[in-house]
């Protein structure tokens, strides 16, 4: 379920609110009004944005197409007025049920063509304060909760039950196009995980060894990453070790599953973290074996059923191999 940041208790918007977000020839498309968070995650998915020159007077931008220019402020977002015209009108009706919004979300993907080069995104500090904010604040809430007994779990409808797919690739480059397969496809990068073997380190990356590592590093998790590609363009990625299996690369999601909250190294290994994430064990343990072997996973959590076999369709139409949804059976 998605939820307003305005909605929270703490006024978690900050000085985002009100910031200007323009196009690519400094065409004004708006002001920052709200955002939206998966309110299990806490990872933020769109900001509302305010157009006074709009009929609807808000539109939905995906978080992660958002970056910075020069050294103001503002934001910007490669599309114009006449881009957004087109996007599917966001009413907050939507957020009433996963349903209804999953409806609005392939609609509104179907609509959206406008991905900025990763390569050409600097992040916004202004942004990555208001992230931080929110990793802050759902990281307090999960601490809470795992002292606690576990709820009984919320009954939902079929189609909105959140799901994760998962595949298995043989090599960078593969699964960078994976990746760029997926944010062309209308996921954010907030959604997508990878998880590979460190090995051969420095003629993959960039190290930067003995600095501050770059936002969004695993803290604690060893040196920073300038990573190109793709692969940059995901959430938080960085390095961390896991016992019996060694040095990891990993981004996205999962990085939450295998280090813990505020542990730079992970505990428990690969099966459990994905074990914790719903996947059923024997799927778990064949996954962490593919990537001793060297292999790259990656997995994509989506918010439906119907979402989800778009991104299975992704993984497999890019090569990727082991393909699973979470909650289906394989056959024997």
């Not at 985002?16 to 400094?26: K, V």
């Not at 900001?47 to 050294?71: E, N, T």
């Not at 406008?114 to 931080?132: E, I, K, Q, T, W």
Request: include cysteine.
């Amino acid at each position: 379920m998605l939820k307003k940041a305005r909605d929270l208790e703490t006024d978690y918007l900050g000085d985002l609110r009100g910031t200007d977000i323009y196009g690519p020839n400094d065409e004004r498309l708006g002001t920052v009004d709200d955002g939206l968070i998966d309110d299990v995650s806490g990872n933020l998915r769109y900001l509302v944005v305010d157009a006074d020159w709009l009929k609807s007077r808000r539109f939905l931008l995906p978080a992660d197409q958002v970056y910075a220019f020069g050294d103001s402020n503002n934001l910007y977002a490669n599309l114009r007025q006449r881009d957004i015209e087109v996007l599917p009108e966001f009413h907050e009706s939507l957020l009433v049920s996963d349903a209804a919004f999953t409806t609005y979300e392939s609609e509104y993907r179907r609509n959206w063509r406008y991905n900025a080069d990763p390569n050409h995104m600097r992040p916004s500090s202004v942004l990555g304060r208001f992230r931080d904010r929110l990793h802050n604040r759902y990281a307090k809430e999960r601490t809470v909760a795992s002292r606690d007994v576990a709820p009984v779990a919320d009954v939902t409808t079929v189609g909105a039950r959140p799901t994760v797919v998962y595949g298995v690739y043989g090599d960078r480059e593969a699964a960078e196009k994976a990746v760029d397969y997926l944010r062309k496809d209308g996921f954010n990068s907030g959604d997508i995980s990878v998880v590979f073997p460190d090995r051969d380190l420095n003629k993959e990356f960039s190290i930067e060894k003995h600095t501050k590592a770059p936002e969004g590093a695993l803290t604690g998790g060893g040196a920073g990453l300038v990573v190109g590609g793709a692969l940059g363009w995901l959430v938080g990625i960085g390095t961390l070790a896991i016992p019996g299996v060694g040095p990891l690369i990993a981004a996205g999601p999962i990085i939450a599953a295998l280090t813990g909250v505020g542990v730079g190294t992970a505990v428990g290994g690969i099966a459990g973290a994905l074990i914790g994430l719903g996947l059923p064990e024997l799927e778990a343990k064949r996954y962490e074996e593919e990537i001793k072997r060297g292999r790259i996973l990656v997995s994509v959590h989506c918010a439906s059923v119907g979402v989800a076999h778009t991104a299975r369709k992704a993984l497999e139409e890019t090569g990727g191999k082991a393909v699973f949804l979470s909650g289906e059976q394989r056959a024997a």
